[in-house]
């Protein structure tokens, strides 16, 4: 989903006593207002530009995105042109090593023949991330990065992905195979047992080095994991990409982050109509919003394992009420028991001196399979 997903006019009633719904009179052709949005890396770093219209919030099928379908490239003020791949959904790949002594303009030709151009686009040079590191404190782990400015990337905005691996509530080794009618142990393929979970950030985070001594950024909080976060319960991965930016465009960032932190998210309906540096080549008078640069994107991969914040026990909703029932599932009950994949064998039952289980006991699905909330695939990036 685009971060821009924009309404150009929206009122909000906060106020308790309002009795009555507001409902704005707002026309046809505000309702396809072309969103755009886009950091492009000119070291040849795959990086995304993404495109939508804002929708009508009166309709019931708001939630839905409406995606543009068009073509899309850079073209430098020395004549070369860069296309970029559509991969479907508004989002359109943009992998080129291309000179940064060099000016741009980004095109977009929409199918329903309308084209926009942006505003002249001088990439920007961005510092390296100096250091990446956490603080555990009284409200859980926070983790921050320190980084310097300079006289041609004063300013900076930060965005991240994380990924966390994490367990059920109760580890089971053991599966039904309904072949064999009998309990057998997972293979690797099919463990249960440690599973993969993350997602990118939809935070903005925007700093300005001018402010601080010699544009010494010293740890820029970049996200706070409340205790007993499950992120923390086992290992965890943050992937931050920094982002020098011109003044315009901070300005433009800046804006947006106040909006939506306003109202929460920032893929709630904005109260403010942001244009960027993007126009209509048709009529310049119509609004787009977003804005497009281009620029060296840092990245800094950071790990921390549990071994490092303890004591820190995890506080998972999802396990609430799971526990692993007493009674024994016989042999001859496995496939009443364990056929239909709700419940699962966990424990087996090996009366003394003896090698072979008797019975189970058994649990819940939901509490002994991460693979319901994740993947048991390791990440390629993934360092234990």
Known sequence: MNRLVVLILLCV??????????????????????????????????????????????????????????????????????????????????????????????????????????????????PEIIDVGFEKNENGVEVYLTTKGDQNADDFLWTYEETYAFRPKISSSYRYDSEQEDVVIRSFDERTTLCYRGEVSADLILETSSRFEDQFVFRQSITQIPQNDERLSVRYSILISQKALDKKASEFWEILRKNTNDLGSIFSPLPSNIRGNIKNDQDPTLPVVGYVSLGTVKQERYFIDVGEVIPWRADVPEYYECFIEPDTVLMEKYGQSFASGSFVPVVPIIPEGAFNPIGFQGAARRCTDCTLRGTNVKPDFWED
């Open 13 to 126: 009633a906060l106020v308790s006593g309002c009795r009555e719904p507001f409902e704005p009179d707002i026309k046809a052709a505000d309702l396809t207002v072309l969103v755009v949005e886009g950091y492009l890396d000119t070291e040849g770093l795959p990086s995304q530009l993404k495109l939508s219209y804002t929708r009508n919030i009166q309709l019931d099928d708001s939630s839905l995105p409406s995606y543009p379908s068009a073509e899309v490239y850079l073209e430098s003020a020395s004549g070369m042109d860069y296309p970029l791949t559509d991969l479907g959904g508004g989002v359109y790949e943009f992998a080129y090593d291309i000179p940064e002594n060099d000016n741009y303009t980004l095109r977009i030709m929409s199918s329903d023949g309308k084209s926009y151009t942006s505003e002249l686009i001088k990439p920007i040079l961005t």
